[in-house]
């Protein structure tokens, strides 16, 4: 390991040979199984349950998850996205929703997580015709599979007249379906286009206590609560939303319907967002009360409208069985040991968090 990969030179405690980032990472691995409690985590494991109401996990490792859960999250939210290039037909749509319904959710079952999600048509995708038309025949099949607790993201990139179609076409499936929504919120232009999604919400009649405005900042926070809506929070480097930034907005607009979550995906993000942004508001005074509000029981109460997910799915600790299949796959390959474990509770015998 070289100071060019971002990292000094450590020495092995054995022989004084330098140590690559495998055998840190393996060292590290066989500590946290011996029940040892590295500096990190003591630092970010919330004293409170954590769930991460949106998280592209498909595109993370299984290292994440195994950080996630030492740090607090009982659960994630995998919204349905773009890939980072343009799908190109409608049966790379269908393989990608069937994978966040099915394997995705098994090898987050296999490091201690409950694993849900939500379908949609993205916005981007929205501006091609054919492909958006094709995708609409899937997702009323979708919509009723285990594990699906919204409709989303829907919302707007662009604001094309297309994107306006396919966006009011999916509130009234999801009207439909009595499903909650998740919005995306444009990333150019984002005041307007948050205004619109909403007018359009509001046009269409949509309850907005059943739907989550996310991406949201500073210029969208006080638009979205005062319609009624659930402002959704990304914390994200240098980029939409920042944790000290996110202590000041609940600061200033306390945390009755805030959420706060990772949007980590493929691109550079963290995983540990939620957990290190309760941490920080714990560290300046952010009462306990409202930070379990922002970081575990608005989303839950929202994505939890439809009874697929519920507190009960977590409530005695995670069984942890990595001898189990999916489709004949394990997470395991040749001579790796499996974990048999349940995952400690993080209620206690009254059932308080």
């Known amino acids: 390991m070289t100071k060019a990969s971002g990292f000094g030179a450590v020495s092995c405690p054995c022989c004084g040979g330098a140590m690559t980032r495998d055998m840190l990472d393996a060292l590290l691995r ?10 990190s985590e003591r630092a970010w494991h919330s004293p409170s349950p954590i769930i991460d109401p949106h998280a592209h996990m498909i595109s993370r490792t299984t290292q994440d998850y195994e950080a996630m859960a030492a740090a607090g999250v009982v ?4 919204p349905a996205f773009w890939l980072g ?21 098994f090898r987050a079952s296999q490091f201690g997580l409950r694993h849900y999600c939500t379908v949609g048509l993205n916005p981007k995708e929205a501006n091609n015709e054919a492909l958006a038309e094709a995708v609409m025949e899937l997702l009323p099949d979708f919509m009723l599979k285990e594990g699906v607790v919204a409709l989303g993201e829907l919302g707007y990139d662009e604001q094309t007249p297309l994107e306006d179609r396919y966006l009011r076409a999916q509130i009234e ?35 907005a206590r059943a739907c989550v405005v996310d991406h949201n900042n500073e210029e969208t926070v006080e638009s979205v609560l005062e319609r009624g809506y659930w402002a ?26 805030i ?8 691109g550079v993000s963290d995983p540990l967002a939620v957990p290190k942004t309760a941490a920080l508001m714990r560290e300046r005074g952010i009462p306990e009360e409202a ?25 005695d600790g995670a069984v942890i069985d990595q001898r189990e299949l999916h489709a004949g796959n394990s997470v395991l390959r040749g001579g790796q040991a499996p974990r048999i474990e349940r995952a400690q509770s993080v209620f206690d015998d009254a059932g308080r968090a």
């Not at 029981?297 to 997910?309: D, H, K, P, Q, T």
């Open 85 to 105: 290039q343009p799908r190109t037909n409608a049966g790379s749509y269908l393989d990608y929703l069937s994978t966040i319904l099915g394997f995705e959710r």
């Open 259 to 266: 959420i706060v979550n990772s949007a980590c995906d493929w």
């Open 291 to 315: 930070i379990r509000k922002a970081v575990y029981g608005n989303a839950l109460a929202v994505y939890g409208l439809n009874g697929e997910m519920r507190e009960e799915h977590w409530r």
């Open 30 to 39: 066989q500590a946290r199984e011996q029940g040892y409690e590295l500096p």
């Open 173 to 207: 499936l999801a009207k439909e379906g009595d499903l909650p929504i998740l919005i995306h919120t444009p990333h150019r232009d984002k005041k307007r286009g948050t205004l619109r999604t909403m007018e359009v919400l509001a046009e269409h009649g949509f309850p």
């Open 232 to 257: 959704a929070f990304s914390i994200y480097p240098q980029t939409k939303m920042g944790k000290a930034r996110m202590v000041e907005i609940v600061r200033r607009y306390g945390a009755d319907r």
């Open 75 to 78: 659960a994630v939210i995998e």
